[in-house]
């Protein structure tokens, strides 16, 4: 999804700032970039499609600029649609996130004006917006404040003046300042990590403000009233945002083998911040778990262990589907948002409806100063570092470890969560760490990424599991991948079963192991081919991944070896892993 960059200050080449401000972002997905700076008394701007690199960038030093990664939403990936846009008489430019909803409405109005448009963007209607308020204002911050609430939709923008001021104004994807040497240097951006290590103290801006950068002067203020708010500088406390790659080969890999870490960062959280959600959940009326993506699987088995281990009746949600669950969740009622990024649209717009009703919410986010983390009442950091791959491996894992753990308080028996956790943690560095088996699910997935097909299998605590490995093979191999619930074969899918389908399994030693073998038979039956993941080996298998017993905890130790084959597919086709076609990191858009 689209990043912002800016970078004020006298200690660095604010073009190589930006520039390497827009790389470290570069991880949200996007397909054009662009800078502007301030050179003498002109703004020059410099757009490509494509990757940022040293190569295109043709600009100046200077001590002020801005930039921007696009995800092309209105209009085509061109060098033209591509941010900042310039006013019509180059006297500022914006870069915009998020989609002006009515744009198409004022860019009628605007066009008899007779403004010019050169791009096909909503963006370009923002900027011929702000100069028409122009007209009627003492300064350009009033312009832009007037303009930016005439747009509907989620959108933040970022302006750059001639006159050596920076705008930004935020009602949509997020915006974090970071400041360095008492002001000498600022930098505002999409993301805390893109700038954390230069940085000793952060402003996060929320929906609703906006603020102005000139001459080390800071200025934030209240987008429908015009007053200004008070800020506070916040501690950075992320000193090392660990962006590289530590020699493996992709990010997703190394992610995958930091999962033993990131169960661990869910083991040490303090036991009252875990049994005061508990105490929530235990009172609540109705407890919904709410997701996009990963973490929409990711919400479904945190709902599976209340029910199983919390005996709370919780349900679990897709932020695009929870539209007509608004008139039903109150007061009572407690809303629980696993999300990596804090900032997916489609679930943070169910957690301000529902706020409005005075509804609880608990979130597990991994990017600090999010907007999730500001609307919940109870917060929960993952702590597992940057995960930079754009398909989601190790937050999966820390939320799925975080529900159990929750649903353990519920029941009681926290403290026999942990210990569980910390088998879960022990047994998941030996399986990645034997060379037997990663080289087994090397060439397994060299097999499987040749298919056109692909179903997956599993019930109970697995039936998410199965629905995560989906999602990591289609996202990474493009192939068609299709989990189902194992006891639903029989009624419609079996039709499709035939010799050579490879059908992937998995199960556990649990109350439902016996339902999941008879479908097992079933296919096999057919001739499909019969890949399990399991704790113990039958000779109805074609292919077998071993992992350990263990246990409740099964279902979070039976994702790793899903998510190996799904990288290893992806590897042994050439693709991008890190950066599969056409999805972003972090959704901010509806
Ligand atoms: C995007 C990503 C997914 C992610 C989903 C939710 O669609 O491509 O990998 O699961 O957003 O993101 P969140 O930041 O809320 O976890």
């Given at each position: 999804m689209c990043g912002i960059f800016g970078y004020v200050g006298i200690k660095q080449n604010a073009t190589q700032a930006v520039f390497d401000g827009l790389k470290r972002l570069d991880y949200r997905g996007y397909d054009s970039w662009g800078i502007g700076i301030i050179q003498g008394k002109e703004i020059l701007v410099d757009k490509h499609v494509g990757i940022v690199d040293t190569a295109s960038l043709k600009l100046p030093a200077s001590s002020i600029a801005i930039g921007h990664t696009r995800w092309a939403t209105n209009g085509a990936v061109t060098d033209a649609n591509a941010h900042p846009h310039y006013a019509s008489d180059k006297s500022f430019i914006v870069a915009h996130n998020g989609i002006a909803e009515n744009f198409a409405e004022r860019k009628t109005q605007l066009l008899k004006k007779g403004y010019k448009f050169i791009s096909e963007t909503d963006t370009e209607v923002i900027v011929h917006q702000v100069e028409e308020e122009r007209k009627h204002t003492k300064t350009l911050a009033e312009a832009v404040r007037i303009a930016f609430k005439k747009f509907t939709g989620r959108n933040t923008i970022i302006v750059l003046s001639r006159d050596g001021q920076i705008i930004a104004a935020r009602n949509g994807s997020p915006l974090v300042l970071g400041v360095a040497d008492k002001l000498a240097e600022i930098y505002l951006s999409?993301?805390?990590?893109?700038f954390a290590p230069h940085v000793s103290h952060i402003i996060v801006l929320d929906n609703g403000q906006m603020i102005s950068v000139l001459n080390k002067q800071i200025n934030v203020s209240d987008i429908q009233t015009g007053e200004k708010v008070s800020y506070s500088l916040e501690k950075n406390t992320i000193t090392d945002s660990g962006v590289d790659k530590s020699g493996y080969d992709h990010f997703m890999i190394k992610e995958i083998y930091e999962e033993p870490f990131v169960i661990d960062r869910i083991i040490e959280q303090p036991d009252k911040s875990y049994l005061a959600l508990a105490k929530a959940i235990r009172q609540a009326a109705h407890v919904y778990c709410i997701g996009s993506g990963t973490a929409g699987a990711a919400a479904a088995q945190i709902a599976y262990y209340l029910r199983i281990f919390g005996k709370v009746p919780a349900v679990g949600l897709i932020g695009a589907e929870a539209r007509d669950y608004f008139d039903l969740i109150g007061k009572d009622d407690l809303l629980i948002a696993p999300s990596q990024s804090g900032e997916t649209a489609d679930v943070l717009e169910v957690m301000e409806t529902v706020k409005k009703n005075g509804t609880k919410i608990a979130s597990f986010v991994n990017?600090?100063?999010?907007m999730m983390t500001r609307l919940s009442d109870y917060k929960f950091m993952?702590?597992?570092?940057?995960?930079?791959?754009?398909?989601?491996t190790k937050i999966f894992v820390s939320q799925l470890a975080w529900g159990y753990l929750v649903a353990k308080a519920v029941e009681g028996n926290l403290n026999d969560g942990k210990e569980k956790l910390k088998g879960l943690s022990k047994n998941t560095d030996a399986f990645l760490h034997n060379k037997q088996k990663i080289a087994h699910i090397k060439s397994l997935a060299k097999t499987l990424a040749r298919k056109p097909h692909i179903f997956l299998l599993g019930k109970g605590q697995n039936l998410q599991i199965i629905k995560e490995g989906m999602v990591k093979m289609i996202e990474g191999s493009y192939v068609h991948a299709h989990a189902m619930p194992a006891g639903d074969l029989k009624h419609f899918a079996i039709t499709l079963m035939e010799p050579g389908m490879p059908v992937v399994f998995v199960l556990s030693n649990d109350f439902v192991k016996t339902d999941v073998l008879n479908a097992l038979h079933e296919v096999n039956a057919r001739g499909s081919q019969i890949v399990v993941v399991a704790p113990q080996p039958d000779e109805s298998f074609d292919d077998y991944i071993e992992v350990p017993d263990l246990g409740e905890v099964s279902a979070v130790m039976n994702i790793v070896p899903l998510q190996l084959l799904a990288y290893y597919m992806a590897k042994s086709l050439g693709h991008n892993v890190d950066k599969p076609r056409n999805i972003a990191k972090s959704v901010t858009v509806k």
């Amino acid at each position: 999804m689209c990043g912002i960059f800016g970078y004020v200050g006298i200690k660095q080449n604010a073009t190589q700032a930006v520039f390497d401000g827009l790389k470290r972002l570069d991880y949200r997905g996007y397909d054009s970039w662009g800078i502007g700076i301030i050179q003498g008394k002109e703004i020059l701007v410099d757009k490509h499609v494509g990757i940022v690199d040293t190569a295109s960038l043709k600009l100046p030093a200077s001590s002020i600029a801005i930039g921007h990664t696009r995800w092309a939403t209105n209009g085509a990936v061109t060098d033209a649609n591509a941010h900042p846009h310039y006013a019509s008489d180059k006297s500022f430019i914006v870069a915009h996130n998020g989609i002006a909803e009515n744009f198409a409405e004022r860019k009628t109005q605007l066009l008899k004006k007779g403004y010019k448009f050169i791009s096909e963007t909503d963006t370009e209607v923002i900027v011929h917006q702000v100069e028409e308020e122009r007209k009627h204002t003492k300064t350009l911050a009033e312009a832009v404040r007037i303009a930016f609430k005439k747009f509907t939709g989620r959108n933040t923008i970022i302006v750059l003046s001639r006159d050596g001021q920076i705008i930004a104004a935020r009602n949509g994807s997020p915006l974090v300042l970071g400041v360095a040497d008492k002001l000498a240097e600022i930098y505002l951006s999409s993301d805390t990590l893109s700038f954390a290590p230069h940085v000793s103290h952060i402003i996060v801006l929320d929906n609703g403000q906006m603020i102005s950068v000139l001459n080390k002067q800071i200025n934030v203020s209240d987008i429908q009233t015009g007053e200004k708010v008070s800020y506070s500088l916040e501690k950075n406390t992320i000193t090392d945002s660990g962006v590289d790659k530590s020699g493996y080969d992709h990010f997703m890999i190394k992610e995958i083998y930091e999962e033993p870490f990131v169960i661990d960062r869910i083991i040490e959280q303090p036991d009252k911040s875990y049994l005061a959600l508990a105490k929530a959940i235990r009172q609540a009326a109705h407890v919904y778990c709410i997701g996009s993506g990963t973490a929409g699987a990711a919400a479904a088995q945190i709902a599976y262990y209340l029910r199983i281990f919390g005996k709370v009746p919780a349900v679990g949600l897709i932020g695009a589907e929870a539209r007509d669950y608004f008139d039903l969740i109150g007061k009572d009622d407690l809303l629980i948002a696993p999300s990596q990024s804090g900032e997916t649209a489609d679930v943070l717009e169910v957690m301000e409806t529902v706020k409005k009703n005075g509804t609880k919410i608990a979130s597990f986010v991994n990017m600090p100063g999010s907007m999730m983390t500001r609307l919940s009442d109870y917060k929960f950091m993952a702590q597992a570092g940057p995960e930079i791959c754009v398909m989601s491996t190790k937050i999966f894992v820390s939320q799925l470890a975080w529900g159990y753990l929750v649903a353990k308080a519920v029941e009681g028996n926290l403290n026999d969560g942990k210990e569980k956790l910390k088998g879960l943690s022990k047994n998941t560095d030996a399986f990645l760490h034997n060379k037997q088996k990663i080289a087994h699910i090397k060439s397994l997935a060299k097999t499987l990424a040749r298919k056109p097909h692909i179903f997956l299998l599993g019930k109970g605590q697995n039936l998410q599991i199965i629905k995560e490995g989906m999602v990591k093979m289609i996202e990474g191999s493009y192939v068609h991948a299709h989990a189902m619930p194992a006891g639903d074969l029989k009624h419609f899918a079996i039709t499709l079963m035939e010799p050579g389908m490879p059908v992937v399994f998995v199960l556990s030693n649990d109350f439902v192991k016996t339902d999941v073998l008879n479908a097992l038979h079933e296919v096999n039956a057919r001739g499909s081919q019969i890949v399990v993941v399991a704790p113990q080996p039958d000779e109805s298998f074609d292919d077998y991944i071993e992992v350990p017993d263990l246990g409740e905890v099964s279902a979070v130790m039976n994702i790793v070896p899903l998510q190996l084959l799904a990288y290893y597919m992806a590897k042994s086709l050439g693709h991008n892993v890190d950066k599969p076609r056409n999805i972003a990191k972090s959704v901010t858009v509806k």
